[in-house]
């Protein structure tokens, strides 16, 4: 029996424990030796090749968070699949999709990377997950990189209206004021890209458009990259007639987050009936996100998860008012 105690960077150690120790759970279930955390201080115990094997991975990890990926249970299978394969994890998770400058993008996750892949080797991929999960930012960061290298001759820029009913001609100004509220976080990504005397010169020449989705009806999309973002406030009329537009020498990316729905009550999300729809169809591809996946600021992901705890406590308190038989009292809604 061997015992080996790893002193981690704080920021390193803090990134390993996670949210609620799940990446700790993990590597302990993946790995055939105890793993205990204590401050920054990590020890693994188990026989000799376990322990080995096993400080091999947590070197790895350290590294990758040190060059700035976030870990999600999911890296750690990566990490120590890449190493049984003599590869550099490294490489497996840094895929630069993206570079202008100093600025470098590529995926911090592995259902990022999955995302990425899926992206360049499928006609339609669906990017299904939580705000902050990278599913917009990356695919306008493959459309740039398409755009730059010549694969496609366009990048066309979508979203639902749903607060306006898709009737724009009510607000004031011309169509690019009318539509800058909605599209307005496709713009941002796109001026995080590129300089923006350079996205108004794609504007202007048409090598990138942005526009509400009313206005894709009756239109074939060749030689372009298309992205719908929002998609879970797509009706299924408006998801199959935008999934219809696909001409020759294009590939589309739709983004969504079926727990944000702003559609009408009663009315169906067309994200949601389109993946059973086509989820067997072949050069298309669904990958999910989880709160896992969130890369934005580290408060953002808690507060993703708490939101998530909280649904599901709500969800339980239904479920057991139902089975009980009664419903909620008048001081139990705030009326009392």
């Known amino acids: 029996m061997t015992r080996t105690a790893i002193e981690l960077d704080n ?7 996670g949210t609620q120790d799940a990446v700790l759970k993990t590597l302990e279930d993946h790995l055939d030796c105890t793993v205990h955390l204590r401050g920054n201080v990590l020890t693994l115990e188990g026989d000799d090749v376990d322990v ?57 996750t592995v259902n990022q990377k999955n995302y990425v892949d ?22 306008i960061a493959m459309a740039a990189q398409a755009l730059s290298s010549r694969k496609v001759s366009r990048i066309i820029l979508t979203r639902p ?72 406030n797509t009706s299924p009329e408006q998801m199959k007639m935008f999934l219809t537009r696909l001409g020759f020498g294009s590939q589309i990316v739709v983004t969504g987050d079926v727990t944000q729905i702003d559609l009408p009550k009663g009315e169906r999300s067309g994200l949601i009936e389109v993946g059973q729809i086509l989820k067997d169809v072949d050069d298309i591809a669904f990958v999910k996100f989880g709160d896992e996946d969130v890369v934005r600021h580290k408060l ?37």
């Not at 870990?71 to 202008?100: F, S, Y």
């Open 11 to 17: 920021s390193v150690a803090a990134e390993l424990a």
């Open 161 to 232: 209206a749903v607060e306006a009913g898709e009737r724009l001609g009510f607000l004031p100004g011309d169509l690019m004021a009318k539509v800058d509220p909605y599209l307005r976080p496709l713009f941002d990504a796109l001026y995080d890209m590129l300089e923006p005397e350079r996205v108004n010169q794609y504007l202007e020449g048409g090598a990138i458009e942005v526009a509400p989705l009313a206005f894709m009806r009756g239109r074939s999309l060749n030689d372009s990259f298309v992205i719908l973002d929002e998609a879970q």
């Open 52 to 108: 080995d094997a096993a400080r091999g991975v947590v070197e790895e990890l350290a590294e990758l968070i040190e060059n700035g990926h976030e870990i999600a249970p999911g890296t750690i299978d990566v990490v120590a699949g890449a190493l049984d394969q003599h590869k550099n994890p490294a490489e497996v998770l840094e895929d630069v999709v993206w570079r202008h400058r100093n600025k470098k993008v590529a995926p911090k």
């Open 300 to 336: 953002v992901q808690r507060i993703v998860t708490a939101y998530a705890e909280h649904a599901e406590q709500l969800e339980e308190q239904r479920k057991s008012r139902r089975k009980g038989g009664t419903g909620p009292s008048r001081r139990d809604d705030g009326r009392g």
């Open 118 to 139: 899926a992206i360049r080797s499928k006609t339609v991929t669906f990017g299904v997950g939580p705000a902050g999960t990278g599913k917009t930012y990356l695919a």
